[in-house]
């Protein structure tokens, strides 16, 4: 097979969450351990850090991973799901994984992995591990894929452990109450590990510092202490930082959210000193991470990670942005930067998958929009006459459009120059538009 090939029959032979919803989930660490044993623990032979939560995973993996990188350390990073090629999901100092590498694996391990019936991503996980640790990374950064008590990124013993937030989200697999989803993330509090909680309820907490206690760990609150004072969106897309211990800093990923995340990384990097994971480049006698890096590592995320999908400016004329953003608490932050944009006309190219809180979320859509209503490629994605359906029962006017480039292709055709076009509402939906539209 080749690498076209190869991944299709990932796609299609093993079972796949992001393609097929409850079917392509397995519970359970079995296969991960197997394949593990079967490859002689590769994970081992690297240092980690382990990133979960409901939203913000991959703002905050890409940007750990870039600043490391900007210290001088050879970096794994792991992170789902891909957009447009599967290779984006492992890449050491933000190239990906080589096709020739997946192909082989593959074609070398199939009669052993095959008869274990491994879900796509336990064998994607395994991949990730074992070529890790071929290329001898200093480090990875790992981000859970669902949950974390029973994900098989869940393996890993990290130096770090990190959990962004807690918001509802696969709530049929990860339980009904905020408290509930707290615990299955909170799986990933390792003994004596230090963790990093982004943001905290007054109903999650409590489950973070008991398990927190459990296992020894020592926990920080990033809001307990707060490394950003002041955060501004600015008109080129990106965000102005006053900082605590880092001074002003640029962030390249825009989006309002973009502040909670950085408050997150920036506490992450104090543990990261703490515990002597240092930096490589020359440095003061006390060896701390320095402004210089940090700096150049949230201004150029994209560059050295190759991570995409974040408040991400594809077109200048007309505006056009792109937004991975796909639930509730995502759109909080999203309907509150769209309602801020100044323009003559806005464009909305939206649609989502259906376990997500379809009508929470068009509650927060603007009013004053144009919509362009479709579906992804996916057997996931609501079919667009059900969500042309629902806009209009929560009045949002718009038409329906089979497929994202249709989608777009009128928005080319209406869109004046002052306009703002806004892709998004699913991950699926963004990866239809930068496969197929730029």
């Not at 509802?168 to 707290?182: R, S």
């Not at 100044?342 to 979320?361: L, P, R, T």
């Amino acid at each position: 097979m080749n690498y076209t090939e190869t991944c299709q029959y990932l796609f299609s032979q093993l079972p796949m969450f992001e393609k097929q919803g409850a079917s392509g989930y397995k519970e359970g660490l079995q296969n991960t351990q197997a394949l593990d044993e079967h490859f002689g623990h590769p994970h081992r032979n690297f240092r980690t850090i382990h990133v979960a939560g409901t939203n913000g995973k991959g703002s905050c993996s890409h940007t750990l991973a870039a600043i490391l990188q900007s210290c001088g350390y050879k970096v794994g990073l792991y992170t789902s799901p891909h957009l447009v090629d599967f290779r984006e999901r492992i890449r050491i100092n933000g190239k990906c994984i080589s096709k020739e590498y997946v192909v082989d694996f593959v074609k070398q391990e199939r009669e052993f992995f095959e008869p274990l019936k491994p879900t796509f991503f336990e064998l994607a996980t395994a991949m990730a591990f074992k070529y890790f640790s071929e290329m001898k990374v200093d480090i990875a950064v790992v981000e859970v894929g669902l949950g974390g008590r029973l994900d098989c990124t869940n393996i890993i013993q990290p130096d770090l452990s990190i959990i962004t937030n807690i918001s509802f989200d696969h709530t049929q697999f990860l339980g009904d109450t905020l408290a509930k989803i707290a615990a299955e993330k909170a799986g990933i509090i390792k003994q004596g590990v230090p963790v990093v909680i982004g943001e905290a309820t007054p109903e999650t907490r409590p489950v973070f510092e008991k398990k927190a206690r459990e296992m020894q760990a020592p926990i920080v609150f990033a809001e307990d202490e707060p490394e950003v004072i002041q955060a501004e969106a600015l008109t080129n897309g990106t965000m102005r930082y006053v900082t605590f211990h880092d001074g002003k800093l640029q962030g390249e990923l825009g989006g309002l959210y973009q502040e909670k995340n950085t408050n997150t990384i920036l506490c992450a990097v104090r543990q990261l000193e703490e515990i002597g994971l240092l930096c490589k480049c020359e440095l003061p006698e006390n060896q701390q991470l320095c402004h210089k890096e940090i700096q150049k590592a949230l201004s150029n995320v994209s560059e050295l990670t190759g991570l995409q999908g974040r408040w991400q400016i594809v077109k200048e004329i007309p505006l056009t942005v792109c937004d991975t953003g796909h639930n509730l608490a995502g759109w909080q932050y999203l309907s509150r930067q769209l309602n801020n944009i100044k323009c003559q006309n806005m464009h909305i190219i939206f649609g989502m998958v259906d376990d997500k809180d379809v009508e929470g979320v068009m509650k927060l859509l603007p009013r004053n929009a144009s919509y362009y209503f479709t579906q992804a490629d996916n057997k996931r994605a609501i079919p667009v006459d059900r969500l042309l359906m629902l806009a209009n029962e929560n009045g949002l006017v718009g038409n329906e459009f089979r497929t994202v480039e249709e989608a777009y292709n009128m928005v080319k055709s209406v869109a004046a120059r002052e306009d703002f076009v806004f892709v998004g509402g699913s991950s699926y939906v963004v990866a239809d538009f930068l496969k197929n539209c730029i």
